[in-house]
């Protein structure tokens, strides 16, 4: 594993289940732990430095997500990718999300720009130095703080649901890539938009700025990516 892997060591805690449920869904949906791929209990608890305990639990956890499938008297493998449930997800957070970041156009605060410049800035140097654990956090603590401003909690929670369930197995291979940068600015030039209150474009940028899912993050090219229109047409 390299230096910015997320399956590393875990400092001690109280909530290793947890550390390590997200070390492993950082691996596993950056596509860092490739589909196919089987891993043991023991193997990952040496890696992460503790008990074999929190790392069973983690992966049982992943297992009930669709992450992993149990395989007998060797541990766990990392499920594929299908195509449907990516396009599934896509569209219902196309749905949910560009309504809201329309609400957010209309209500953006300007005194917090500086905050959500910060946030952006984060995810840029985190794809910069290929830290897709902190891209990762710092991509979802961006997009749900913006659905916040919508006002509705219940909203904030489907979203993040939707976004865990999301596996983006091509960014681990988009490392020091133009694809990499600029989907990170993509974050800026949407603020762009909120704080001038253009809701159209922010819509359109939304619309994009997920379809990746689809494109980069699953190794394609951006123009192979469904439109509108073929989104429409899926159940």
């Known amino acids: ?3 910015s892997s997320p399956i590393q060591s875990i400092p001690p805690s109280s909530s290793l289940r947890a550390e390590v449920e997200r070390a492993l869904s950082t ?3 950056s596509g860092e732990l490739v589909p196919g791929t089987v891993v043991s209990v023991p193997g990952l608890a040496s890696q992460f430095g503790v008990s074999a305990t929190p790392v069973r639990e983690a992966m049982l956890d992943l297992e009930k997500r669709g992450f992993v499938e149990s395989v007998r008297n060797k541990g766990f493998r990392i499920t594929t990718v299908g195509e449907d449930d990516l ?3 896509v569209q219902v957070r196309r749905w949910l999300e560009i309504p809201a970041i329309r609400i957010a156009a209309e209500v953006f605060p300007a005194d917090r720009l500086p905050e959500f410049r910060g946030m952006a800035e984060q995810i840029i140097r985190s794809a ?3 830290d897709f654990a902190g891209y990762l956090a710092a991509d979802s603590r961006f997009h749900l703080a913006l659905i916040a401003l919508t006002g509705n909690p219940r909203l904030v929670e489907l979203v993040a649901e939707l976004r865990s369930q999301t596996r983006m197995v091509g960014l681990a291979e988009l490392r020091d890539t133009r694809e990499l940068e600029e989907s ?3 974050h800026h030039m949407l ?3 909120l704080v ?3 809701a159209d474009a922010a819509g359109a940028l939304m619309h994009a700025h997920i379809g990746h899912v689809l494109g980069w993050w699953a190794g394609r090219a951006e ?3 469904p439109t509108p229109d073929e989104m429409s047409t899926r159940p």
């Open 128 to 130: 910069a130095t290929a």
């Open 27 to 29: 691996a596993i949906i």
């Open 184 to 186: 990170a600015n993509e």
């Open 191 to 193: 603020l762009d938009l």
């Open 196 to 198: 001038t209150g253009n």
């Open 1 to 3: 594993m390299n230096s």
């Open 87 to 89: 396009r599934e997800i």
């Open 223 to 225: 123009d192979q990516n």
